[in-house]
């Protein structure tokens, strides 16, 4: 009985670290604070996005204006 016991203390000492150690790096890729973390990496990619958005938005605009300036005009 106490070898069996002292089996499954091992056994859930060992779970809680690795559990631990899952919890830690899970949190750390949600975090801000990494640059490599899941978090950040989405962050710079809304960011990305966003300025190609604003960039064809004004493309479109200008293109547009144009549209018509040259009807007005004759």
């Known amino acids: 009985p106490e070898r069996a016991d ?4 091992k056994i ?3 779970l809680s670290n690795i559990m631990q150690s899952t919890e830690k790096k899970i949190l750390d ?3 801000l604070d990494q640059e490599n973390g899941a978090l950040s ?3 710079d990619h809304m960011k990305d996005v966003h ?5 064809d ?3 479109t605009l ?3 204006e144009k549209i018509f300036s ?3 005009c004759c």
Do not use: G, M, P, W
């Open 6 to 9: 002292s089996i499954l203390s």
């Open 12 to 14: 859930k000492d060992s």
């Open 29 to 31: 890729e949600f975090s």
């Open 41 to 43: 990496k989405l962050v």
């Open 51 to 55: 300025v190609n958005l604003n960039n």
């Open 57 to 59: 938005f004004s493309k």
């Open 62 to 64: 200008t293109h547009i």
């Open 70 to 72: 040259y009807r007005n």
